[in-house]
């Protein structure tokens, strides 16, 4: 069945980075986008970004992309989202999810189980 | 940024009864290909969003058809025909028209 795996859940330090990944299956990987979100405590629903699963292509949304970097790995169906400098106020479930580049809007039908990242010294 | 807000926030219902979630942007978000990018997503206690309706008004695959959203431009709603006991959860409105994507603040569904 279509599915996103994510990896296990971390925990860093202030000014560490942390990488997490997004193991995709179920469907073809290069005919999809794969976006990440954060929902941190008490916090709405925040959108980091999205990657083109075909060409790599990246959009980051402005709160983040001065510390934060998606890649894929299409021999793997693979995600990954990368975040530096991390401090306190990153600690969170960090989700990824798929949209198909084909058609309109860029609704997300298939979300992976999230990655909790606790930063704390 | 375009701004998100929902009404309400809190929303008791009674199963069987219908109900009604507001969503508003500060900017319209009818694109010139005629669509509302404008999504519904349900989080249920413990899980991941799971989509609901999509460009406005289309029904995800495998969502019940007592769920419904409407609307056009900068008023959205969406709207549960009858109740039942396992829609409880946060449901959050996000706007993929301009980036960066934004989320509404969720209103909260619980049974009375």
């Known amino acids: 069945q279509v599915q996103l795996v994510q990896s296990g859940a971390e925990v860093k330090k202030p000014g560490a980075s942390v990488k997490v990944s997004c193991k995709a299956s179920g469907y073809t990987f290069t005919t999809y986008a794969i976006h990440w979100v954060r929902q941190a405590p008490g916090q709405r629903l925040e959108w980091m970004g999205r990657i083109n699963a075909a060409n790599g292509n990246t959009r980051y949304s402005h709160k983040f992309q001065d510390r934060v970097s998606f890649t894929r790995d299409t021999s793997a169906s693979t995600a990954y989202m990368e975040l530096s400098s991390l401090r306190s106020e990153d600690t969170a479930i960090f989700f990824c999810a798929r949209n198909n580049l084909e058609g309109a809007g860029y609704y997300m039908d298939v979300w992976g189980r999230g990655t909790t990242v606790t930063v704390s010294s | 940024d375009i701004v998100m807000t929902q009404s309400p926030l809190s929303l008791p219902v009674t199963p069987g009864e219908p109900a009604s979630i507001s969503c508003r942007s500060s900017?319209?978000?009818?694109?010139?290909?005629?669509?509302?990018?404008l999504d519904w997503y349900l989080q249920k206690s413990g899980q991941s969003p799971q989509l609901l309706i999509y460009l406005g008004s289309n029904r995800a695959s495998g969502v019940p058809d007592r769920f419904s959203g409407s609307g056009s431009g900068t008023d959205f709603t969406l709207e549960i025909s009858r109740v039942e006991a396992e829609d409880v959860g946060v449901y959050f409105c996000?706007?993929?028209?301009?980036?960066?994507?934004?989320f509404g603040p969720g209103t909260k569904v619980d049974i009375k």
């Open positions: 900017q319209s978000l009818l694109n010139s290909n005629g669509y509302n990018y």
């Open positions: 996000i706007q993929t028209l301009h980036t960066p994507f934004t």
